[in-house]
């Protein structure tokens, strides 16, 4: 059964706090990112300028998922993510 979008978009908030918090991350987050962006950029219910973000997000994820340094490169997307997970909160 899919996740409705507004229990991905909590998914993905989430997935987002926990690094923001704890400043490390795994691979599998970085795709489950993915997946859950995909599907929400396709969701017309979802907020325009929202969709912005996710692009964002999906990019972050993906140059994460291939960094040598995951919690090196998470480390310094602080600033972003806390943007990102304001702009959730607004858009959502």
């Known amino acids: 059964m899919p996740l409705e979008h507004h229990h991905q978009v909590a998914l993905l908030k989430d997935i987002l706090t926990e690094h ?7 691979v599998a987050e970085c795709e489950q990112l993915e997946r859950v962006i995909k599907s929400l950029m396709v969701n017309t219910d979802i907020h ?29 997307q602080q600033n972003v993510i806390v ?3 304001d702009d959730i909160d607004s858009f959502s």
Do not use: A, F, H, R
Request: hydrophobic share 25%; with cysteine.
């Open 48 to 76: 325009q300028d929202l969709k912005g973000v996710l692009l964002n997000i999906y990019s972050y994820s993906q140059d994460g998922k291939n960094s040598p340094e995951l919690n090196s490169y998470i480390t310094s």
């Open 20 to 26: 923001q918090s704890d400043c490390c991350g795994t």
């Open 83 to 85: 943007q990102w997970i």
